[in-house]
């Protein structure tokens, strides 16, 4: 077997699992977005900032993967809400088995959310489905315009970016037309939201977004129990 | 033959010709380090000031990598010494074949130095040897302190940390004490150089430190020829 067909079968593999999870989440109605990013692009602190700020009534879990440490469940754990770290281990990425044993006896049917933070890296987790709903891809304005050209498979696929610490922008060489425009030339349609964590700038906007989501796949679940 | 096996395989053939690709330069007397870092750490701005600053009889070429565009090619050109970019189509890491064809025809023996800057990824890149000399492991104060625990691999093969955009210190929560901390965690012994590219900052004590690092290269190369 050739590392392009080993490749392919993991990746195939991941996929019939992914679809199965995507099933499971559509029968309960839960909306599920995988965060992914770069390093430090603020993955966790935009979740932090996002559990603080939703109604004290959300049912929301969440995952979070890294490679090493359970430094992020530790930090979103503060916040009242069940978490769980996956450590990776090495792998650059979660993948749909990672996800599945990790929702372990969770009830799917009790929630309205689950949050996926994936490990950061702009690259290999963007080819791993795991039966989310939609890619969330979070690019930080410390970044540098040009990373949606550089990275285009991970921005073609996402169903949501969000440019944060748009409260760094007066200290950095940071061109937000122009990072929206190299978004929109791998993506023409993809929404763009500009958030701040630490400067809670934009979070009307994201927690809406994250409402009609959720309605929608509330919406999708009851159709599907009522023919 | 299963993943793990293809895996190793392709380890060690890139190991194979690594070691070659170390020899040559060992020979030639070239310094050679791998830059490695999240994508948006800072890697090209950091390559485009120290070919700026070197002296201008400095015999120096670079090696850029990215997965598409080759806007670092465009932007380290324009110093005036030869570069060439390495687009890797997908692959979220340089490989050692991929520097063995890149280097083509270009005369070792004419250089002092060569440079790699790596793909924009803080997990992959550091299990892949491309014979250089040294890793040099760039993170940027907007990350957090907290990387070297969560990507302990890359850290723990650095040759040289720089902790890089300090001239950003003032507006993030960033404690450089605890980011060093966290370095040695993982690497007791490593140097950490603070730099700002924009602001130039750290940049008598960088350049330092690749002349001494050119300087041990030529030595060794001498020792080889003459017995």
Avoid at 108 to 113: A, G, K, M, V, W
Avoid at 154 to 164: E, P
Wanted: contains cysteine.
């Amino acid at each position: 077997m050739t590392r392009v067909d080993v490749q392919q079968k993991v990746l195939s593999e991941n996929d019939r699992l992914a679809g199965a999870l995507r099933e499971k989440l559509r029968d309960s109605g839960v909306y599920c977005p995988n965060f992914i990013s770069s390093p430090g692009a603020g993955k966790t602190l935009l979740l932090e900032r996002t559990l603080q700020l939703l109604p004290r009534d959300t049912r929301v879990a969440v995952l979070t993967g890294d490679i090493q440490t359970d430094n992020d469940a530790k930090r979103l754990a503060r916040y009242g809400f069940p978490v769980r770290q996956i450590t990776t281990g090495g792998s650059c990425h979660l993948d749909a088995r990672m996800i599945e044993r990790a929702l372990d006896e969770w009830k799917l049917e009790t929630l309205q959310y689950l949050f996926i933070e994936n490990v950061g890296n702009l690259v290999c987790p963007a080819s791993y489905d795991l039966g989310e709903n939609d890619k969330i891809v979070i690019l930080s304005v410390t970044e540098g315009e040009d990373k949606p050209l550089k990275y285009p498979a991970t921005f073609a696929r996402a169903g949501l970016v969000i440019i944060n610490k748009i409260d760094l922008l007066p200290y950095v060489r940071f061109d937000l037309a122009v990072a929206k425009e190299n978004v929109r030339k791998v993506h023409p349609e993809v929404e763009i939201l500009d958030v701040s964590s630490t400067a809670r700038i934009g979070f009307d906007d994201w927690l809406s977004w994250l409402d009609s989501k959720r309605k929608q796949c509330l919406e999708r679940s009851m159709a599907f129990v009522t023919p």
